[in-house]
């Protein structure tokens, strides 16, 4: 697993550089005594950066039975750090300590883990995160699949491709480059005519239509997404080849930064191996699901793209370039 984005937090662990920087975000976003909250703040914006890199250097040698605790609050730390860049008075009550989330019952009998689902809770640190950092509104009570978390991470495009034989978004361009292609299959997929889905695309992207004359395969669309959720949402991103996709489902095309992603199912993950001990301990031992290798595929990359958008948050939010 690659980790070398751990050691992109390091200039951030002292007090003159964390100070200077929590001072700036602070005076940026015109907080009242600026000075003095940036001051009180230093200490715990590297002690949670501190203790997330522990947790996340600890999962690179720690067996697989125990890997999603460690990776989950190694996250959390780091989403805590960034948290305090752009909301100088966090926690400011017991309400947002809560983790926000909740998982279902499990029934013991013939349990899936990609049927399993998470619901958000009104409260608690993932809607606090959700709002602060990425200005969306979690609605209290919405339930996410681990299946259409799962299939929101391009990373994982093989593993669903051999293990459930779908091919759930589509490459369409390299997240450099100033144009994507996107193949007229999708008019299929979305149900839409080429007219409808060229507007609804412009609508929800920063691409404009390129107005050429279209091949019968393709749209051409001219542009560079904005970034400003740190993944490219509603499109998917693809860290190790920088590529870009667009989801199959019209209902996955939808502005949901990645890093939520990554919570919700290390939270699930975290919980089965923490109080589901038996199955979770079935199915790393007999090899008899699936959703094993999509698992395991997951909790290899999870760690290297949350702290590389982590790390792009810290460098936007402070004005640093990358």
Same mark, same amino acid.
């Not at 700036?24 to 976003?29: E, N, Q």
């Not at 978390?149 to 990373?155: A, C, F, G, V």
């Given at each position: 697993?690659?980790?070398?984005?751990?050691?992109?937090?390091?200039?951030?662990?002292?007090?003159?550089?964390? *100070?200077?920087?929590?001072? =700036?975000? @602070? =005076?940026? !976003?015109?907080?009242?005594?600026?000075?003095?909250?940036?001051?009180?703040?230093?200490?715990?914006?590297?002690?949670?950066?501190?203790?997330?890199?522990?947790?996340?250097?600890?999962?690179?040698?720690?067996?697989?039975?125990?890997?999603?605790?460690?990776?989950?609050?190694?996250?959390? &730390?780091?989403?805590?750090?960034?948290?305090?860049?752009?909301?100088?008075?966090?926690?400011?009550?017991?309400?947002?300590?809560?983790?926000?989330?909740?998982?279902?019952?499990?029934?013991? &009998?013939?349990?899936?883990?990609?049927?399993?689902?998470?619901?958000?809770?009104?409260?608690?640190?993932?809607?606090?995160?959700?709002?602060?950092?990425?200005?969306? =509104? *979690?609605?209290?009570?919405?339930?996410?699949?681990? *299946?259409?978390?799962?299939?929101?991470?391009?990373?994982?495009?093989?593993?669903?491709?051999?293990?459930?034989?779908?091919?759930?978004?589509?490459?369409?361009?390299?997240?450099?480059?100033? $144009?994507?292609?996107?193949?007229?299959?999708?008019?299929?997929?979305?149900?839409? $005519? &080429? %007219? !409808?889905?060229?507007?609804?695309? %412009?609508?929800? +992207?920063?691409?404009?239509?390129?107005?050429?004359?279209?091949?019968?395969?393709?749209?051409?669309?001219?542009?560079? *997404?904005?970034? &400003?959720?740190?993944?490219?949402?509603?499109?998917? @991103?693809?860290?190790?080849?920088?590529?870009?996709?667009?989801?199959?489902?019209?209902?996955?095309?939808?502005?949901?930064? %990645?890093?939520?992603?990554?919570?919700?199912?290390?939270?699930?993950?975290?919980?089965?191996?923490?109080?589901? $001990?038996?199955?979770?301990?079935?199915?790393?031992? +007999?090899?008899?699901?699936?959703?094993?290798?999509?698992?395991?595929?997951?909790?290899?990359?999870?760690?290297?793209?949350?702290?590389?958008?982590?790390?792009?948050?810290?460098?936007?939010?402070?004005?640093?370039?990358?």
């Amino acid at each position: 697993m690659a980790h070398s984005n751990l050691n992109l937090f390091h200039p951030f662990l002292s007090v003159e550089t964390a *100070q200077k920087l929590l001072k =700036k975000s @602070y =005076k940026k !976003r015109q907080v009242e005594n600026h000075d003095q909250k940036s001051y009180q703040n230093a200490y715990s914006f590297i002690y949670f950066i501190e203790h997330g890199l522990t947790y996340l250097q600890q999962s690179k040698v720690s067996p697989l039975s125990i890997k999603p605790v460690l990776l989950f609050y190694g996250m959390i &730390q780091l989403l805590k750090a960034c948290l305090l860049t752009v909301d100088p008075s966090y926690p400011e009550s017991t309400a947002v300590l809560a983790h926000g989330v909740s998982t279902r019952k499990r029934k013991k &009998q013939s349990y899936e883990f990609i049927q399993d689902e998470v619901k958000i809770q009104k409260n608690g640190l993932f809607s606090h995160i959700s709002d602060k950092m990425f200005h969306v =509104k *979690q609605m209290e009570g919405t339930k996410y699949s681990m *299946q259409e978390l799962l299939y929101s991470i391009p990373e994982l495009e093989a593993a669903i491709k051999i293990t459930k034989n779908k091919m759930s978004f589509l490459p369409i361009g390299l997240a450099t480059d100033s $144009t994507v292609s996107i193949p007229n299959s999708i008019l299929d997929d979305y149900k839409m $005519t &080429q %007219e !409808r889905f060229i507007q609804y695309f %412009e609508s929800n +992207t920063s691409y404009i239509h390129s107005g050429k004359e279209q091949s019968k395969q393709m749209m051409t669309f001219n542009g560079k *997404q904005e970034n &400003q959720s740190l993944s490219y949402s509603p499109l998917l @991103y693809h860290h190790q080849k920088s590529m870009l996709y667009i989801p199959r489902k019209k209902e996955h095309f939808t502005f949901f930064p %990645e890093v939520l992603v990554h919570y919700l199912l290390l939270y699930n993950l975290s919980m089965i191996c923490r109080y589901e $001990t038996e199955w979770w301990g079935e199915l790393l031992h +007999t090899f008899n699901s699936s959703d094993l290798s999509l698992i395991i595929e997951f909790l290899d990359i999870t760690a290297e793209k949350t702290t590389h958008y982590l790390h792009s948050f810290l460098t936007r939010v402070f004005d640093i370039e990358d």
